[in-house]
């Protein structure tokens, strides 16, 4: 089990716009700590998404937004795109474990 | 731009030390000040960060691994490496190398990562 709790799947068509979201508690997110999400397409490497709650690296396209209140961050990813298709995991710092951690991962499916 | 990959055994036989070895090009593993993490992902399961080794030396790890976990870095070869003793099935999963951008705990996160290989625990 996850220390950061996403949702399993979730789904949408092309277009259409969907969020992900990523809950956390005291010792992490709702501690300050910053939210970072990663993507992974099948059968490549995992790749940097969203850093610092909200910024983007150079070359993903503003399609993707990160935001975070409280104990929690989403991830809203509009225009779905079938490229899209893959899997996400937001990533924190946990005081009380004195590590990084990560939430579970979505599988996003584009119908 | 900077890649990293991962190269092993695939299979390691229960009780036995995993050793993995993660490959730097396109960049010095010794220049930028960056952190070098080994992260796993159990099938079905979310990552797991592992620890990370600067290139000084200095190492973190997960506390719930520590006992069992060793990191070490070969600057001559751009070089890390994952050692994981007394290993059983739980153990398996793919083995992910990564570069970790931040010296704030709050603004670590990894990039660029290796790919990915997978690591069997079994007799």
């Known amino acids: 089990q996850s220390v950061l709790t996403q949702p399993p799947s979730v789904s949408g068509a092309p277009g259409q716009r969907v969020t992900i979201s990523c809950t956390g508690s005291?010792?992490?997110?709702?501690?300050?700590?910053?939210v970072h999400w990663y993507q992974k397409l099948p059968g490549t490497a995992p790749k940097l998404l969203i850093y610092?709650?909200?910024n983007r690296p150079s070359g993903v396209p503003d399609r993707f937004s990160g935001s975070k209140s409280g104990t929690s961050a989403s991830l809203a990813i509009s225009g779905l795109q079938a490229e899209d298709e893959a899997d996400y995991s937001c990533q924190s710092y946990d005081s009380s474990l004195s590590g990084w951690v990560f939430g579970g991962g979505t599988k996003l499916t584009v119908l | 731009q900077v890649q990293l990959r991962e190269s092993g055994p695939g299979l390691v036989k229960p009780s036995q030390t995993l050793s993995l070895t993660c490959t730097v090009s396109?960049?010095?593993?010794?220049?930028?000040?960056?952190?070098w993490s080994w992260i796993r992902q159990p099938a079905g399961k979310g990552l797991e960060w592992i620890g990370r080794?600067?290139?000084?030396?200095?190492?973190n790890y997960n506390p719930s691994l520590k006992s069992r976990v060793t990191i070490s870095v070969d600057t001559s070869k751009n070089q890390f490496s994952l050692k994981l003793s007394s290993v059983t099935a739980a153990d398996t999963a793919v083995y992910y190398c990564?570069?970790?951008?931040?010296?704030?705990?709050?603004?670590?996160?990894?990039?660029?990562w290796g790919q990915g290989t997978l690591v069997t625990v079994s007799s």
């Open positions: 396109g960049g010095s593993i010794s220049s930028g000040g960056y952190y």
């Open positions: 005291s010792s992490n997110i709702g501690a300050g700590y910053d």
């Open positions: 080794i600067y290139t000084s030396g200095s190492t």
């Open positions: 610092g709650n909200i």
């Open positions: 990564a570069r970790g951008t931040s010296s704030s705990n709050s603004w670590f996160r990894f990039d660029p």
